[in-house]
């Protein structure tokens, strides 16, 4: 090399380091990024707080939290960007109680901390939490952005938190935040998952720009409440303006067709969505077909399109199909499609527990005792049912059977009450759902402390006359439930929104929105 080259070679400095690190960690590449490191190191640059930062990412994204560590201990007292890069580590790799622990011990913290520690929650189904973490954000007086709604908004959909959803909305407005495509979607997600779709058609209509991802958000707002015709209007208006659906935007609209029995428009969209649109079917679209089909009777068609399908069925699919059964009391077919579930996912209770209710329904005891058995001996445990309530900002929980309330005695008190009022008003239980060999009236008492029932309960006596009560429930709701909730808003002249696995059902004067098919 002459001398003139020399002059000319420019060696890296800390400004060249984080822009070949931020490109390490985007694509995975773990060993260049450990060479980097090397020759930063050999260069002085270990103390430098823009290139330590961007190490202890690349570390983080690559899933090498251990190196992330021994980094991050060493210039531990430095800037809050390291604390939240080793934060959003631990939550990537599911790790929630890491983080919580590094972030109480942050001295200070940004609105990036607090961020940080809403989406991973969110990211890893801690929902509840990720409001929790919010409220104690409001605590000490710290502002949100717009990132901070955006990432706190899913988990208020998720858990039906209207009333902070509502002053989430508010928010952004009084402080001009502009509600965007993102934003906007995560508003129409919300009043459409928190019960009250007409809120979510206000926010929708009011956005200055539409894409296909607003559009998909109110399709599916529509959907999960059993508008069917309304999710097929809201898809053509898209189409009218310009907009070409996305693969999701099908799938809320198969969806649609679905929850309503729509089984000729479900099989002209999806003809649709190949033939026009040109979008390959996920399993997603195969497992509304299928949800679609059974739920319309249509067992064997639906049995014949699964094993037509050119992509492998999951277990989704075959639930879908053993749910139909279920609901229309095919057991050779039930029994056939459990046991492919059995196989397939063998510690999932889902298979176990329908087969059990359709021999519960006819009072084949000796099969349902053999299904528990077989539960367990393989230690295979049923989903509790769990439902949740939020009064005055304040979420409750409840389980089955549940006396662990602070108002566990009037709530008690509550559905003796109801259970009185629903027997003279000539309400009989639907007692096939108990998977047990009781007697009439044990069976009815199973029954009285559902969860859902118990939240009802808490509803009517800690809220004013007359005001709505809303529901979530992780589980779709039961028969005898679903027939006691329509008694229930008409005795007590309340309107009752339960939104469970499933979709959404509006209780209102002894009638409920699904028109009983759901």
């Known amino acids: 090399m002459s001398g003139d080259e020399e002059e000319d070679s420019v060696e890296p400095n800390r400004f060249t380091f984080p822009s070949l690190l931020k490109a390490c960690a985007k694509t995975g590449r773990i060993e260049e990024g450990k060479q980097i490191h090397a020759l930063a190191l050999k260069l002085g640059l270990s103390g430098d707080e823009f290139v330590m930062s961007n190490l202890v990412r690349m570390y983080v994204m690559c899933g090498l939290m251990r190196d992330a560590c021994v980094l991050f201990y060493k210039k531990r007292d430095g800037e809050v960007v390291l604390w939240n890069v080793m934060i959003d580590g631990y939550m990537r790799l599911g790790d929630c109680k890491a983080a919580r622990t590094l972030f109480d011990q942050m001295r200070q913290r940004s609105v990036v901390s607090w961020n940080t520690m809403i989406s991973g929650y969110c990211k890893n189904g801690a929902f509840k939490e990720a409001v929790e973490i919010f409220y104690e954000m409001r605590r000490v007086d710290l502002r949100p952005s717009y990132v901070t709604l955006v990432s706190v908004l899913p988990a208020v959909s998720r858990i039906g938190s209207l009333e902070l959803g509502e002053w989430l909305h508010s928010y952004a407005e009084s402080n001009r935040v502009e509600i965007d495509d993102v934003l906007g979607s995560a508003l129409i997600d919300m009043y459409s998952k928190c019960g009250v779709v007409e809120r979510a058609v206000e926010v929708f209509e009011r956005l200055p720009r539409k894409n296909v991802i607003t559009w998909s958000a109110m399709i599916n707002g529509f959907a999960i409440h059993g508008l069917a015709s309304d999710a097929i209007d809201c898809f053509c208006r898209m189409r009218e303006a310009g907009v070409k659906p996305s693969d999701v935007a099908y799938i809320n609209l198969l969806t649609a067709c679905s929850h309503a029995g729509m089984v000729e428009e479900g099989r002209k969209y999806f003809s649709q969505m190949v033939n026009v649109d040109g979008l390959e079917p996920r399993i997603e679209h195969y497992g509304c077909m299928v949800d679609l089909l059974g739920r319309s009777g249509l067992l064997e068609e639906a049995e014949q399109f699964i094993h037509n399908m050119p992509v492998k069925p999951d277990d989704v699919i075959w639930k879908a199909l053993l749910g139909s059964c ?6 050779e077919m039930g029994k056939r499609v459990a046991n492919i579930l059995m196989d397939m996912v063998p510690r999932d209770s889902g298979a176990y527990v329908a087969l059990s209710n359709m021999y519960a329904s006819q009072g084949n005891w000796s099969e349902v005792s053999e299904m528990r058995l077989r539960m367990k001996e393989m230690d295979i445990r049923k989903d509790p049912g769990c439902s949740w309530i939020d009064v005055d900002g304040v979420l409750h929980e409840f389980l089955v059977e549940d006396d662990s309330h602070p108002r566990a005695k009037d709530i008690n008190s509550k559905l003796v009450e109801i259970s009185e009022k629903l027997r003279l008003a000539g309400y009989r239980p639907i007692t096939t759902q108990v998977l047990l060999n009781l007697e009439e009236e044990d069976k009815e008492n199973a029954l009285h402390y559902h969860s859902e029932k118990i939240a009802v309960a808490f ?51 002894g009638s409920c929105s699904c028109m009983d098919y759901w």
């Not at 279920?326 to 057991?331: A, D, E, I, T």
């Not at 589980?475 to 909730?485: A, F, K, N, P």
């Open 326 to 331: 279920r609901m229309h009391g095919n057991v």
């Open 459 to 509: 509803g009517l006596i800690s809220t004013t006359p007359g005001k709505p009560i809303r529901i979530v429930k992780n589980l779709r709701i039961c028969e005898d439930c679903h027939s006691s909730l329509k008694l229930i808003s008409k005795v007590y002249e309340r309107k009752i929104t339960v939104r469970d696995r499933k979709r959404f059902h509006h209780f209102e004067n």
